[in-house]
């Protein structure tokens, strides 16, 4: 019997064992997954919500515990790290973190999903109790547990980096009524959208109440007598805190596959190729540990999604029983919710296509969300990126209220099909005053940009 190892017990790694186990039976294939956490299986876009006191169980969080994969042929094994690959003697090398003792397993085929590390820059005292990288649902829920220790009515929290999870992290830490606090190193909050939809998410942030700073470096943290984090040090200010969260964004976790010899792409990302196959022989990867083939650049990014790594989950899981499914690729697409603020944003933005060499124009409207004398209509703002020549739609932005952000779906489907945006203007899009004016507004900011044409 053929033995599959998947390390890596989340989104991509238990995605391609279940969609492993599904093709083959436990007569024919052996699957063993590695997790060196205490969860599996989980939604870890949910743990801001977790945190919030939006989601009030955690059971709720997690979409198939361990005994429920054993139950489906797939041997879990829970708080247990892979140390070590040797591609030659096919085995991999497990430390169980309880009892710190090493073994040998072999295998025949091999997935990678070792996912993504938080940002954790070299400063004084950052490895202090009390602040935060929220990677993992262990994260969450040491955030979490942090937060019960304290007065929440009257502690202060300080988000480094505003990011789509600094700033999700800023709005549950505001919701459970702490005093926050978000240094962000760059002009705006959110690197990804252009200055000026930026501008209006700064905004929307400074209207909760949140202290939001801009352009300031974090240079060293501060901690009182007990060695807890007391205050944060950026420049010639000095931010008090009880609980500090970065939120500097991830990196590929490619250690494992680099020490055995496996390709890392100029992304930093594990190489694969469009089957999830990496550099060694029968051995796969999957979610936020590889790089992946953006179809607007041409060329490799890495973007830590779970809705990526589920669907490369699927693509490994398949060719590692024999199959030939293909990954088609990312066009960057990604929505986030601070408080009654949607933001999405979807291809590429002005610096993006910039870079990429395109000759491009923008359009930016500001239509509302609803019919205009529909109780609940609200401004949305909607810019699109066009290539000059061939009119074909490069990148959309929007903020909004409620209705605004799940609208770039439709943009993201245009630019996955190369879309111009005189064909967006023709989309059979649904209608109604409770949902949409008569144009909805991306087809607004598509003629728009037709009649700049």
């Given at each position: 019997m053929e033995r599959l190892l998947v390390v890596g017990g989340d989104a991509g790694g238990m995605t391609a064992a279940s969609h492993a186990r599904r093709r083959v039976g436990v007569d024919e294939l052996e699957i063993v997954a590695f997790e060196r956490g205490d969860f599996s299986s989980?939604?870890?876009?949910?743990?801001?919500?977790?945190?919030?006191?939006?989601?009030?169980?955690?059971?709720?969080?997690?979409?198939?515990?361990?005994?429920?994969?054993?139950?489906?042929?797939?041997?879990?094994?829970?708080?247990?790290?892979?140390?070590?690959?040797?591609?030659?003697a096919r085995t991999i090398?497990?430390?169980?973190?309880?009892?710190?003792?090493?073994?040998?397993?072999?295998?025949?085929?091999?997935?990678?999903?070792?996912?993504?590390?938080?940002?954790?820059?070299?400063?004084?005292?950052?490895d202090a109790p009390g602040i935060h990288g929220v990677q993992t649902l262990g994260d969450g829920v040491a955030l979490s547990d942090d937060l019960a220790r304290l007065d929440t009515s009257s502690a202060r929290a300080v988000v480094v980096g505003?990011?789509?999870?600094?700033?999700?992290?800023?709005?549950?830490?505001?919701?459970?009524?702490?005093k926050v606090t978000v240094i962000e190193s760059g002009e705006q909050p959110m690197a990804t959208l252009d200055p000026d939809m930026g501008t209006l998410v700064a905004g929307a942030i400074r209207e909760l109440g949140i202290d939001l700073r801009t352009r300031t470096e974090?240079?060293?943290?501060?901690?009182?007598?007990?060695?807890?984090?007391?205050?944060?040090?950026?420049?010639?200010?000095?931010?008090?805190?009880?609980?500090?969260?970065?939120?500097?964004?991830?990196?590929?976790?490619?250690?494992?596959?680099?020490?055995?010899g496996i390709e890392i792409g100029p992304t930093g990302g594990i190489a694969t190729d469009p089957?999830?196959?990496?550099?060694?022989?029968?051995v796969w990867a999957a979610g936020d540990c590889v790089q992946c083939h953006h179809r607007v650049l041409g060329r490799p990014v890495t973007i830590a999604l779970g809705?990526?790594?589920?669907?490369?989950?699927?693509?490994?899981g398949e060719n590692a029983t024999g199959g030939d499914r293909t990954f088609a690729g990312v066009i960057g697409t990604a929505v986030t919710k601070i408080c009654e603020y949607e933001v999405a944003r979807t291809g590429l933005n002005e610096a993006e296509a910039r870079k990429g060499g395109f000759d491009f124009s923008t359009s930016t409207v500001e239509p509302t969300s609803r019919a205009?004398?529909?109780?609940?209509?609200?401004?949305?703002?909607?810019?699109?990126?066009?290539?000059?020549?061939?009119?074909?739609?490069?990148?959309?932005?929007?903020?909004?209220?409620?209705?605004?952000?799940?609208?770039?779906?439709v943009l993201a489907t245009a630019i996955w099909n190369d879309m111009t945006v005189d064909e967006i203007t023709q989309l059979d899009l649904g209608y109604a005053p409770p949902f949409s004016p008569l144009w909805d507004p991306v087809q607004v900011a598509a003629r728009k940009s037709t009649h700049q044409a």
């Open positions: 989980y939604s870890a876009c949910g743990i801001p919500y977790f945190v919030g006191g939006e989601v009030t169980d955690i059971d709720d969080l997690i979409a198939r515990s361990p005994e429920e994969h054993r139950r489906n042929g797939i041997d879990v094994q829970m708080r247990t790290e892979v140390i070590a690959i040797d591609l030659g090398t497990v430390r169980d973190l309880d009892s710190s003792v090493d073994r040998i397993e072999p295998f025949d085929k091999l997935v990678i999903a070792t996912g993504s590390s938080p940002t954790r820059p070299p400063l004084p005292r950052i505003a990011g789509y999870v600094g700033l999700e992290l800023a709005e549950a830490l505001h919701r459970r009524g702490l974090v240079d060293a943290f501060e901690t009182g007598a007990d060695g807890r984090i007391s205050a944060v040090v950026a420049g010639t200010s000095t931010f008090a805190a009880d609980v500090v969260v970065l939120g500097l964004g991830s990196t590929p976790e490619v250690a494992l596959a680099r020490a055995a089957h999830m196959a990496t550099s060694a022989e029968r809705t990526h790594a589920n669907k490369q989950g699927i693509v490994a205009g004398y529909y109780p609940g209509a609200e401004k949305i703002t909607v810019k699109i990126v066009v290539e000059r020549t061939t009119n074909r739609l490069l990148g959309a932005q929007i903020v909004g209220k409620e209705g605004a952000a799940k609208r770039i779906d």
